[in-house]
């Protein structure tokens, strides 16, 4: 009986524990969405391209910073990086976010530390991790644009001293 048992899960087993790339668009009016493959272990990356957006940066009353999505000529982009929590566990989720918008006209662009902010670079980190969860704006690094009339590429590589971050290089081709 055990080895009847065995032999109906063991291909089920091998099966599942197979790494498989995926990688999947979902096409939303002016609004793509990308799962990407090339991510941190343990985690799933994700790409929102935005036509027809503006990205603005905002603060609360405490002084944090938080993105805005409303409409304008822009593009813009949001990666993520979601690692799931344990099942059951409350606030187990841990993410990271990037934000930034490619002005409208903007085929080929180079950005480095201070002109960061040009594209308006917003790095977020989202946990249950006093300190280090919310917005930052990213000041040291380089991002590479190319934007065409059906592509978006980009690679972004950069650091922070605070918070601390798993993401640190992106490279990233979202067809639209």
Known sequence: MK?????????????????????????????????????????TCT???QKNKMLNVLEDGTGALYPQIVEGEHTVVVYTFLKEGPEGAADGDYSETIHFMIPK??????????????????????CYCKGEAGYYPVEKGSLKVLQEKNSVTFNLDFKMEHPSHELNNITQHSSL
């Open 105 to 126: 006209g903007t085929e080929a662009g180079t950005y480095s530390d201070a002109s960061l902010q040009d594209v308006k670079l917003l790095f977020g980190k989202h």
């Open 3 to 43: 080895l009847k048992v065995l032999l109906v899960f063991l291909p089920v087993v091998i099966f599942s524990s197979c790494k498989t790339k995926v990688e999947s668009n979902t096409s939303m009016n002016d609004k793509i969405v990308k799962v990407n493959s090339e991510c941190p272990a343990g985690g």
């Open 47 to 49: 790409v929102e391209v």
